[in-house]
T-cell receptor, first 118, second 111 residues
Framework: GAVVSQHPSWVICKSGTSVKIECRSLDFQATTMFWYRQFPKQSLMLMATSNEGSKATYEQGVEKDKFLINHASLTLSTLTVTSAHPEDSSFYIC??????????????FGQGTRLTVV | SQQGEEDPQALSIQEGENATMNCSYKTSINNLQWYRQNSGRGLVHLILIRSNEREKHSGRLRVTLDTSKKSSSLLITASRAADTASYFCATLNSGNTPLVFGKGTRLSVIA
């Protein structure tokens, strides 16, 4: 089945530095990918929709200058947390669907990235 | 924004018992999906039910969908300790839209 690979699975960084998270669809093309954030014991909250070749669409309350999204190819989207602060510590997870074959099907999720900012 | 509301928020049962989790949503949907998440891990897709379906089975899982009430239920029969996890419902409005997740139910199955 379709696979989405997310890297790294965990990262610890110092406050003020930037962290890049990659999300790849391994065996299908995804014109759209989605980035979610999950705080402990809470649900997944959509941060932004990543569109190949165009600007991402951010949800209300998500700072686009802080969370930079680049979707340069049909199989890769990246999320860069810039000038990270401890409150950015969270579980970040990406998602994609094989929209070419069957758009309204299950979404495939990356393994998630546990970001800890110290 | 979250659409689904799961009920209960937490559920603790003995191994062998059945676990039922409910999910309500607010808008029209194309399909509803249930996912499982072990603590601190990624999501595992369990089952998808389309808006024109009323019930679906997969192994020990049974999902129902009532579009008139905008609700769904997930039943896990003969639960096992390994079923301990958080379970989320997620709704899909149309092809290019994101999944919207409910708050989840934390299930604990005690051996």
């Amino acid at each position: 089945g379709a696979v989405v690979s997310q890297h790294p699975s965990w990262v610890i960084c110092k406050s003020g530095t930037s962290v890049k998270i990659e999300c790849r669809s391994l065996d299908f093309q995804a014109t759209t990918m989605f980035w979610y954030r999950q705080f402990p014991k809470q649900s997944l909250m959509l941060m932004a929709t990543s569109n190949e070749g165009s600007k991402a669409t951010y949800e209300q309350g998500v700072e686009k200058d802080k969370f930079l999204i680049n979707h340069a190819s049909l199989t890769l989207s990246t999320l860069t947390v810039t000038s990270a602060h401890p409150e950015d510590s969270s579980f970040y997870i990406c998602s994609a669907r094989d929209q070419v074959s069957v758009p309204t099907t299950e979404a495939f999720f990356g393994q998630g990235t546990r970001l800890t900012v110290v | 924004s979250q659409q689904g509301e799961e009920d209960p928020q937490a559920l603790s049962i003995q191994e062998g018992e059945n676990a039922t989790m409910n999910c309500s949503y607010k808008t029209s949907i194309n399909n509803l999906q249930w996912y499982r998440q072990n603590s601190g891990r990624g999501l595992v897709h369990l089952i998808l039910i389309r808006s024109n379906e009323r019930e679906k089975h997969s192994g020990r899982l049974r999902v129902t969908l009532d579009t008139s009430k905008k609700s769904s239920s997930l039943l896990i029969t003969a639960s096992r300790a390994a079923d301990t996890a958080s379970y989320f419902c997620a709704t899909l409005n149309s092809g290019n839209t994101p999944l919207v997740f409910g708050k989840g139910t934390r299930l604990s199955v005690i051996a």
